[in-house]
């Protein structure tokens, strides 16, 4: 549910990193979305 808001409200930020997740560079594509209220190393880590 909280995935689909990301994706929705920062569709670019997300269209700009998926190259890093389909590396397999997990880490590096959620970076940039840390930038959002409630997303942090831990909520990442987690994920």
Do not use: H, W
């Amino acid at each position: 549910k909280n995935s689909g808001l990301i994706v929705k409200r920062f569709k670019d930020l997300f269209n700009d990193n998926i190259q890093l997740f389909l590396e397999g560079n997990y880490m590096s594509f959620f970076q940039p979305f840390k930038i959002i209220k409630g997303i942090d190393d831990n909520c990442i880590a987690t994920t």
